[in-house]
């Protein structure tokens, strides 16, 4: 499991472990650190040009210590000094290592961002703002790239783009959620000792051990119905490809069996692609034929008409989990009424379905997804796992789970629906929503990245490569 903090919580645990050292010690642990991962990415150190933008605060202190150490490693360190005010002793040590103070940017192999770190607040201001802008080179981001709120990922105005960021202590949560993590490029770690001081962490990222854990598997005893039967409610006349694509994720992901209910066109689409699945076409929207299933996936392609409507009511009044998504989300913005149960409830929305359900704009959710997905799962008192370039899952009194899997070729038609079904498959499986949304998401965005391979996919080739992805975790398990 990796886990992430806030700015307040990193900033509450640095003081309790400074308390216990002397004064400097940290940063001189942080400016190796950083000095090490510099000398990396220059490969020569000897003779390259190093640049520095150098902040107010003690990032720019990192930035100028770390600048010293290769100053004397024979860089050519300079240092543009942005703040009011500059880290006293860090300028000290680095204008006797060599390094040079210098009135704007200038050409680089490099270029340290030393600006705002932690105590970073809104927008960047001017002259950091001109700065980020003009300065040329790959970037190392000192702690976060500037510009991006360290607790959430937002970016209110210009922001670093950085190949690479070295943090301190811990990660921050913004540097693994959109758009901040897209900012931060590669993430390295610097241990300077916080461990011990941490609080309970504000993310949580599930890694291959984890999930290879978490799995259901068959053991000597299991047969077809304690794996785990999967209902799935889905397509329409309209829309039959969702019906088919949600089966197959359900049926690739290890659903013991999947029963399948919708009108007489998915059903003839879900019968061609898919003779392991058990069928019942329904003339009117019951489920009195149905039989018993664990676990219900409700909603893509279903259509939001009066028997949409209807066929949603009646797998909401069961009393098993319900994964709910697509259409099924919107009949739920419109009627709330419909969440009213005990069993578990998963909503699978992207930006613009959680616009609805929280009458909140687009962009205000893409823009501040923690937020919006822990108001989701609060209002809504369910498992809210909010799809997209970062896909974050949030349930009540838990760690937001954040998704480190996936490819931007995942941003393609129909991907959503196999997720929905991946996740109905786990649910059955005996997961609780958390676990089964978190792994669903995890294998979804493994499989989505062996079935690109660098190349488009189509959103049947994501659920075809769910079970090579469910091999590549157990192999690395072991
Ligand atoms: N504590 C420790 O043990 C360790 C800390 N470490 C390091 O210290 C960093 C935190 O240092 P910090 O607290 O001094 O804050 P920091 O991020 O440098 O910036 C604060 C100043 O920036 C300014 N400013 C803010 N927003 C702005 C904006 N939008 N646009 C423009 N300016 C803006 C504002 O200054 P003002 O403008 O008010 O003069 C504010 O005072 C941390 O990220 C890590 O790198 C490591 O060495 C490990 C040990
Ligand atoms: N830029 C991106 N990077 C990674 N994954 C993405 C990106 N854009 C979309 N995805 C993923 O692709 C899937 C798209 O689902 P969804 O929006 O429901 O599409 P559809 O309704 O067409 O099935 C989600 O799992 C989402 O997280
Ligand atoms: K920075």
């Known amino acids: 499991m990796r886990t992430s903090y806030t700015a307040d919580q990193i900033r509450g645990a640095e003081q309790a472990l400074m308390a216990t050292l002397p004064e400097g010690t940290l940063m001189q642990r942080a400016a190796h650190g950083l000095a090490a991962v510099c000398a990396g990415m220059l490969g020569r150190v000897y003779g390259?040009?190093?640049?520095?933008?150098?902040g107010s605060g003690d990032n720019g202190g990192d930035a100028l210590y770390a600048g010293a150490l290769l100053a004397r490693r024979g860089a050519r360190v300079s240092a543009v000094l942005a703040g009011a005010r500059t880290h006293e002793a860090g300028l000290a040590a680095f204008l006797l290592a060599g390094g040079r103070v210098a009135p704007d940017v200038g050409a680089a192999d490099l270029v340290v961002d030393g600006l705002v770190g932690i105590g970073g607040t809104g927008a960047l201001r001017e002259p950091y703002a001109g700065l980020v802008e003009r300065a040329g080179g790959p970037v190392v981001a000192v702690d976060v790239p500037s510009g991006v709120d360290a607790s959430t990922g937002q970016v209110a105005g210009a922001a670093v783009r950085a190949q690479v960021t070295v943090t301190m202590g811990a990660l921050k949560s913004g540097l693994l959620v959109d758009p901040g993590a897209s900012r931060a490029g590669h993430v390295e770690l610097v241990d300077i000792g916080l461990g011990p001081y941490l609080p309970d962490p504000d993310l949580a990222a599930l890694t291959d051990p984890d999930v290879a854990a978490l799995l259901p598997s068959p053991g000597?005893?299991?047969?077809?119905?304690?794996?785990?039967?999967?209902?799935?409610?889905?397509g329409s006349h309209a829309y039959t490809g969702a019906a088919v694509l949600a089966v197959g994720g359900a049926l690739r992901a290890g659903a013991g069996m999947v029963r399948y209910a919708g009108p007489s066109a998915p059903v003839a689409q879900v019968r061609t692609h898919w003779p392991e699945a058990v069928i019942t076409e329904l003339d009117r929207p019951s489920l009195a034929g149905v039989g018993r299933v664990q676990a219900w996936v409700l909603g893509p392609g279903l259509g939001t008409d009066d028997w949409a409507h209807e066929l949603a009511a009646q797998v909401l009044a069961s009393d098993v989990p319900v994964l709910i998504d697509a259409d099924a989300l919107s009949l739920v913005a419109r009627d709330h009424s419909l969440l009213f149960r005990s069993a578990p409830v998963v909503l699978t929305?992207?930006?613009?379905?959680?616009?609805?359900l929280l009458r909140?704009?687009?962009?205000?959710?893409?823009?501040?997804?923690?937020?919006?997905v822990r108001r989701a799962a609060s209002e809504l008192n369910a498992?809210?796992?909010?799809?997209?370039?970062?896909?974050?899952?949030?349930?009540a009194d838990r760690p937001v789970r954040v998704n480190l899997t996936g490819s931007s070729w995942l941003a393609t038609g129909g991907t959503g629906d196999v997720l929905s079904g991946v996740a109905g498959a786990l649910l059955a499986g005996g997961l609780s929503g958390y676990d089964a949304a978190s792994c669903a998401a995890y294998l979804h965005g493994l499989a989505g990245t062996l079935a690109a391979d660098g190349a488009p996919l189509v959103s049947a080739d994501v659920a075809t490569a769910i079970p090579e992805a469910m091999r590549s975790l157990r192999r690395a398990r072991g």
Not at 384 to 395: D, R, W, Y
């Open 360 to 372: 909140v704009a687009r962009e205000r959710i893409e823009a501040s997804r923690l937020e919006f």
């Open 349 to 356: 929305p992207h930006a613009g379905e959680l616009s609805r």
């Open 383 to 395: 498992t809210v796992l909010l799809k997209g370039s970062t896909t974050v899952i949030a349930e």
């Open 48 to 54: 390259s040009r190093v640049l520095l933008l150098v």
């Open 220 to 234: 000597a005893e299991s047969d077809k119905y304690r794996r785990g039967v999967v209902g799935i409610a889905a």
